[in-house]
C-alpha cells in the first residue's frame, strides 16, 4: 500500500486562520475491501466555504472534526478497484478531502463521479465544471432568474464561481459586471472572462465610493446580484438594486474570521423590495445534470476559459488555502499533487 | 357646498415627526363635474407607511408633497353622485385622504369600492378586511407559504396586520406567536386574537434577551416571520429562524425616524439558506379578491375579530398618527368624522 501523506485540522482558529491550525501527519492506505476504490488524488480543491467548517459555530455544515483529515473536493485516477462500477485508470471527481489518497466506498451514491476528459481538463471539475460551477449557475437561475438586458453583478468575479457567472450571464444575454480586488484581475475579468465592466474594489474606502463606482458601470441599475463576500460590498451594492432585484447568498468570506459584519440599511430590502436568498448547492443536487450540461458546452466551446491558480504539493494545501481568504489566488484555487 | 376640514402636510420631520408638521384648514367641496362623486369620509385610516412618505427621500411611494392633504385610505357614503356607477347612500372606501369629503372620479378603476356593511363593519375595510388584512395575507400566503404544524410569527401582533395574520396563520394549521409591546396586548393577542403565544419586547433591553424569549415560546425554531417593525426585533427573530426559512418584510416602523438600524448578523441568512423579501401589497392587486374574501368571512365568522382605536374628529388625526408611530394605538388606529 501506497504512503499516504494528509493534512488535518490541528486546532480551531482564534480570528484569522493560520499555518499552524494545519498538521501533515502520514499514514499507510488500508487494504480494500469489497466494493471500495482506491483513488490517487491529482488535484485538490480549495474552496472558501472550507474556513467556515473550520469554527466550532452553528452553520450549516457540521464543523470540520479536530484531527481528522480536511474536508474537500478531489480529482483523480481510480489505482486499485473492488468494485465493478470503476476500473483503474478511470478519472473520477469526490471528497477525498486534503490527501493524496483516499478509500472510497463505490456503493455509496454521490461518492464517486467518472468524468469524461476528452474535452474538459481534469482539473476543471473541481471548478467551472464542478462544484463552483453549479454555484453559479444554481445562484444565477434559481435565484436571481435574470431576462435578457437586465444586469447582474458578482463579487469575487474572478474566481471560480464568478468566472462561471460572467459566462452564464452573458449567455443568457445580460449586462454582467464584475467586483475584484486589484487591476490585474478586473482587466482579466474584461478581457478574457467576458465581463462587461469590473470594478476594483481596492481603491474605494468605504461603501458610498464603491456604490458610486457601480453606478457608474450599471447605469440601469441592477437587476441581480451574486453575493460571495459581504461586509462593504454589500452595504455598497444594495443601494443600486432595482426594485424586485433578487440577491443570491451564497458566501460571507468577509465575515469568516468572526469580525462583526453587520448590513447597515437592512430597510432598502423593504423599500425596493428585494428578495434576498441563502443557499448551498448542495442541497440542491436535482439542478446538478442541467448545470454541468451546460457548464461543460461552455468550457468544450471555449466560451469560459476558467483561470486557475495551481499550489504544487500537499504540502502546500493551508499556505495556498490562506491566501484564497485573502484573494491572493487568481481564478480557481487548486493543489496539484502529481 | 358642504365645508371640507382638511389636513395638510406643512413641513417634513427633522427625526421625530411631531403635530407641527401637519396643518389644518377648510375649504369648499368643488362642484362636481359628470362621472364624479362625493363622498362623505366616516373613518380615516392611519397607518405606518405615511410616516415614510413624509421625509422628502427615495423610497417605494413618491414623498408625500408639502401642502396637500394628506394621503390615506377613507370609509364613507356617497352623498353626491354624478356617475351611474354609484347612488347616495352607498358604502364606499378609497383614498380620500386626511379630509371629511372628497370628490372622486368615479371613472377612474380602483378609486371607489362599493362594500357591504350587512356583515362587516364599515371601518373594517380600513383595516382587517382592507389593506393591512390583505398585507397580512399575502405576507403569510404567498411569501411565508407556511405549511400545517409551521412556527410562524410577527411583530406589532396586536395591529391591523397582526390581528389578521394570527388568523389567518390559525386557518392553516399554524403555530403564531406575536411579539407586542406591554402585558396588556400580549394578553389580547393569546384571549382575543387566538396567538398561542406573545412576547412582550418592552420586558427586552437587549436583542439576545428577546431571542432568548422567543427560543421559549417558539421550541421547534421559526419557520416563517412577518416584520412589522424591524431594529433590535429582527436581530432577535433571525437567530432562532429555522433552515429554509422565510422573512416577509413589511415594515421597518423602527427606523422611520431616520436613525440608523443595522442588520447585525446578516450572514444568518447564509447559513440559514433563509429567504428575505421585501414586499408592497399595493403591488399586487391581483390578489386582493382572494384576499378580502377569505378575511370578510373570518370576520363575519367571528373568527377574526379586530379591535379597533378610534379618535373622534378630524383634528384628532395628527395626534393619533402620532401616537400611532408609538405604539400607543390597540388594534387598528382609525379617526371617525361623524
Known sequence: MPLNQQILLDSRPTGEAVVSNFKQVSSETPALQDGQVLVRHHFLSLDPYMRGRMNDAKSYAAPQPLGQVMLGG???????????????????????????????????????????????????????????????????????????????????????????????????????????GGPEKCRYAVEELGFDACIDYKLHQDAASLSNALKGVCPDGIDGYFENVGGMVLDAVLPRMNAFGRIALCGMIAGYDGQPMPLTHPALILTNRLKVQGFIVSEHMEVWPEALKELGTLVATDKLRPRESVAQGIEAAPEAFLGLLKGKNFGKQLVKLI
Chains 1, 2 share one sequence.
Open 74 to 180: 478531489t480529482a483523480g485516477e481510480v489505482v486499485e478497484s473492488r468494485s465493478p462500477k470503476f476500473q483503474p485508470g478511470d478519472k473520477v471527481v469526490g471528497m477525498g478531502g486534503w490527501q493524496q489518497y483516499s478509500v472510497v466506498d463505490a456503493e455509496q451514491p454521490g461518492a464517486l463521479r467518472k468524468v469524461d476528459t476528452t474535452h474538459v481538463p481534469l482539473s476543471h471539475y473541481l471548478g467551472a465544471v464542478g462544484m463552483p460551477g453549479v454555484t453559479a449557475w444554481y445562484g444565477l437561475v434559481k435565484i436571481i432568474e435574470p431576462k435578457a438586458g437586465q444586469t447582474v453583478v458578482v463579487s469575487a468575479a474572478t474566481g471560480a464561481v464568478g468566472s462561471a457567472f460572467a459566462a452564464l450571464a452573458k449567455a443568457r444575454g445580460c449586462r454582467a459586471v464584475g467586483i475584484a
